[in-house]
């Protein structure tokens, strides 16, 4: 594929570290897009694997940019380094362990310019136990649409992919797979926070987004297969509980950022409850779950004092989201409030947020 910098529509940045055993199916579906030769371009940002990744890509896929960072940056700094060096007009950014459909790209890119307000979308999710994961041509009939919960947490939606109605507006920007308009990095001033090194930086970036008074857009017609397995997240051992304090600490920055002080306050018992009530999505007998939701009270109380003594730490960043902040002092808690549960769906590779 001859990319042609004059009249590039998207870069499409995929960073990984490690991750070689994904590469090839991810670059594979990336370079066969229904899009015009030579109207996007492949970005892949290497954070200083071991494995040959850099090396296999270079190799197997001359088309692909690749971007050596020189360190493990992580997700969240990797993707900004990376952004970088992109030429495109949007921005994509798309994780190494993801296979996307032929029509993931364009149509992300139809849903970004149906609306000037709408600055991001991020397309279906497509477990592995939904099948077909070979199939990237055929329309899709059952996907999983993400957002947040009035608990502060990220869950997930078994969704009707066809005729559904269309597109629909979320809290939520699931980094995984995702499609952003680079004008807003002047307001946003980084896409993903580099503090985080991993988890919910995309939860804050949804967030900011939101506040800037833009439309994120869930699109059903675009899908993207995500390979990791759900037990990863549920294994009590110290890579699992190291994951978790992840999340849940920086579950409490990332609303403590994007909230005024009395907002926050109001919304903290939710997301405490939150890292319990998000047991009803893990792949766990009744037992375990009783079990592990009595551990996570004190846990997550400890994973909130950690998060408090960072706080200082984000004092000038959220002095800078909130003063770009369009809408009420308390919108962002009446729009947790008004999102109900979904039924619970216990899912192959969603994000840990």
């Not at 897009?33 to 290497?46: H, L, N």
């Not at 996907?143 to 559904?164: A, I, Q, S």
């Not at 909130?304 to 003063?323: C, D, K, M, T």
Request: glycine share 8%; aromatic share 12%; with cysteine.
């Amino acid at each position: 594929m001859t990319v042609d910098t004059q009249r590039l529509i998207a870069s499409v940045i995929v960073v990984g570290y490690n991750d070689k055993k994904y590469l090839a199916a991810c670059f594979e579906s990336l370079l066969d897009q229904d899009m015009p030769a030579g109207s996007y371009e492949v970005i892949y940002g290497d954070n200083a694997s071991t494995d040959g990744s850099a090396d296999f890509v270079e190799e197997r896929f001359p088309e692909v940019r690749v971007v050596h960072l020189g360190k493990n940056y992580g997700f969240a700094e990797g993707n900004n380094r990376a952004a970088e060096r992109a030429q495109g007009r949007y921005i994509s950014f798309q994780n190494a362990d993801t296979v996307a459909h032929r029509r993931w790209l364009p149509e992300l890119i139809r849903a970004m310019e149906s609306d000037p307000q709408v600055k991001a979308c991020h397309p279906a999710g497509l477990p592995l136990q939904f099948g077909g994961y070979n199939e990237r041509v055929a329309p899709l009939e059952l996907g999983v649409m993400c957002d947040l919960t009035r608990f502060g947490y990220v869950d997930f939606t078994e969704t009707p992919l066809n005729g559904n109605g269309g597109t629909v507006p979320t809290l939520h920007l699931a980094g995984g797979s995702l499609l952003i308009d680079p004008e807003m990095l002047p307001d946003l001033r980084y896409y993903f926070d580099p503090t985080y090194f991993i988890y919910n930086e995309d939860t804050d970036l949804g967030l900011r987004i939101n506040n800037l008074g833009y439309k994120i857009l869930f699109v059903p017609a675009s899908a993207a297969y995500h390979q990791r397995a759900p037990s990863r997240r549920s294994l009590l051992n110290r890579k699992g509980l190291r994951m978790a304090f992840l999340v849940t600490r920086n579950r409490f920055v990332t609303f403590y950022k994007n909230m005024y002080g009395p907002e926050f306050l109001l919304t903290l018992p939710l997301l405490c409850l939150g890292s319990i009530i998000k047991l009803r999505t893990m792949p766990l007998s009744t037992g375990k779950k009783v079990v592990y939701g009595l551990g996570l009270v004190p846990y997550t109380l400890f994973c909130l004092g950690a998060a408090v003594v960072r706080f200082p730490r984000y004092a000038e960043n959220r002095r800078h989201i909130l003063s770009k902040r369009r809408n009420g002092r308390f919108w962002l808690l009446r729009e947790l409030w008004r999102r109900r549960l979904p039924p619970p769906t216990p899912l192959a590779g969603g994000p840990e947020a």
